[in-house]
Structures are given as C-alpha cells and as structure tokens.
C-alpha cells in the first residue's frame, strides 16, 4: 500500500528532483503539493513547482503557502538557484492552473479528507507546516509522521551552526519541534553524504525519457553553484548535495538511513546561532526525544532507487 504524502516545497534544483521522485514512486501517493517562500519568492517557487509537474505530465494539486516566514523578510538563495530560483534548463510554462485553495486550505483539507494518517514531507522553510499546526491542532492526529529537509546536529551551511530552511523560519521550525508530531530530521549530517558525483550525473543524462536528461541538467547547475572553486582547485571531490531527495528517499525507503532518536530545540534568539538546531547528542538537558535525526546513508542504494524511480518518468 502507498503511503500518503503532502510535499511542502520551495523549488529550488533539489526540491525539484524530490518531487520528480515522489512522483515516480509506487510507494508514496502524493496528495498535494504546497510551496514555501524561501530559494526564491513565492512567485517563483510555485511558478517552479508547477512547471516540474506539468513537465513530468502528472495531475497533482499545487497550491501556494505564505509570502514570507512568520516574522522575518524572504532572504532568496541566488547564488545557488540563480534569478528565478531553478536556472540552468528552460521549462515550458505550466499546462495547469493554479490551486484556488491557500496552501493552509488545501492541507488542512487533505488531513481532514484522508482516511488514513498523511505524512508531510518539507523541503523548504517550515512556514507552511508551523501555521497549519497552529490554525489546525485537531489535525495533528491524522499527521502520520514530519521528514522533513533542514538543521543539522553538526555545523551549518547558512550560518557556522545553521542550515538555510532553519535559518530562513526559525520561529516555524521551533512551532514543528514543539508540536508532539513524530519528526524525521534529514539535515546536513546526512545530506552532505547523500553525494552524487559528476560522472553519475551521466547516467541520468543518458537516460531515453525526457525527465533523466533533465535531472543531469539539475545536477550540473546545482553542483557548480555549491561547489566552491578552491575544492576543484584542491583536486577534493565533491559531488551534488542531494539534500531534498533525501526526505523523500526516507520516506520511501528509511532502511537506507541511519537514525538516532534525540531532542531537538531550535535556537530563535543567538546573536550568532539563530536557527541552529540544538540536538542533545548526549542528552545534557534530559528532555525527551522529538525527532529521528538522520546521519548516515547507503549512498550507492540512494543512487539506485533515485535511477529506478527516474527512469519510470516521462
Ligand atoms: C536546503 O536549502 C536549499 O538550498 C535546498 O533546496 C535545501 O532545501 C539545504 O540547506
Ligand atoms: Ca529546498
């Protein structure tokens, strides 16, 4: 049986590539779509969002979320995802409309429709979820379970000790931990691992559908944008962080990941470490655990279900 999603999305290269494989997989049945303003405005990350769906020639409700995080500006990603938020290929215009429900109408519809419990899968801020739980407590129920992209136990990528989705909504990302739901955390611990390297990308380029060759260009734009040049001066290799895929790759296949269960807090107040997640590796505050924080991956079978799945699109 298929699991039932919502992905919350800020398109993005990697969100891109998560909702391409959410969408190629038997085992997720992919409810609805909602976009976060965050790699870019919300103009434009919908606009993203529609155009990988309408390019993949799936039918999926995309309905747009907040146009900023809950008490801070939009701060654009444009040195990884250029002016428009995906640069690199050209995508034809969406073929469908825009959902007439706000991305806060459609999820607290799809909770309360669905007859089994949804898992919601963010890849972007988490404006979108942090007001969903708050508008809808008695919804939390039918929450199955939170993957969700961003934070990391150790380091960051925004700041020294924050990671961008955190960084961006530090006040949404505290209300998620707070909320008693079951969190999947796929932060940089293990997405810096979930590597995939440039002569991999050439597997997906060689691909006969349409969508293989697509991802390659994902990948090419993707990995220049976030590989400093002093690492390929260095001759160190380091290949595309696939930091999205991987929320979507757990809840698809969570065997491939190693976990913990810890606790999380979210700092929304350090001069110097706002949005870091502090997770009590060693349980110094003796809180109970909130979240499945992820470490580790088998990143040759990542790489293979992202092929497999891939491969059955358009
Ligand atoms: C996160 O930030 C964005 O650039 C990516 O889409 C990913 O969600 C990684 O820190
Ligand atoms: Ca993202």
Not at 132 to 156: N, Q, W, Y
Not at 251 to 258: D, K, S
Not at 285 to 304: E, M, Y
């Amino acid at each position: 049986m298929s699991k039932a999603v919502i992905l919350d999305c800020d398109p993005g290269h990697d969100d891109a590539i998560a909702i391409m494989l959410a969408l190629a997989s038997d085992s997720l049945d992919v409810r609805l779509i909602t976009v976060s303003a965050g790699n870019s405005s919300i103009e434009k990350t919908t606009l993203n969002a529609m155009k990988v769906v309408s390019f993949l020639g799936k039918e999926v409700e995309v309905a747009a979320g907040a146009i900023k995080p809950l008490r801070r500006e939009v701060q654009p990603d444009i040195e990884t995802h250029g002016e428009s938020g995906l640069d690199g290929p050209e995508l034809p215009a969406p073929s469908f409309l825009l959902s007439s429900r706000t991305a806060l109408e459609a999820q607290a519809a799809v909770l309360r429709e669905s007859e089994e419990k949804v898992t919601i899968i963010p890849t972007g801020p988490l404006t979108n979820v942090a007001l969903l739980l708050s508008a809808h407590p008695e919804l939390t129920d039918k929450i199955e379970r939170i993957v969700l992209m961003g934070g990391a136990c150790f380091g960051g990528n925004w700041l020294p000790d924050a990671e961008f989705n955190i960084m961006i909504d530090p006040e949404a990302a505290d209300i998620v931990f707070r909320s008693g739901v079951p969190i999947t955390m796929c932060g940089l611990d293990v997405t810096l691992k979930a590597q995939i390297f440039p002569d991999e990308f050439e597997i997906f380029r060689k691909m006969t559908n349409k969508t293989g060759p697509l991802v390659a260009e994902l990948l090419d734009f993707f990995h220049k944008s976030t590989t400093p040049p002093f690492m390929a001066e260095e001759g160190h290799e380091e290949g595309a962080h696939m930091h999205d895929i991987c929320a979507v790759a757990w809840a698809i296949a969570p065997e491939l990941f190693v976990t913990k269960n810890l606790n999380v807090q979210i700092e929304t107040e350090g001069r110097l470490t706002l949005g870091c997640t502090v997770v009590d590796y060693n349980n110094v505050f003796g809180l109970s655990p909130n979240a499945d924080v992820c470490f580790d991956i088998d990143r040759k079978g990542f790489l293979q279900l992202l092929i497999d799945n891939i491969s059955t699109l358009l």
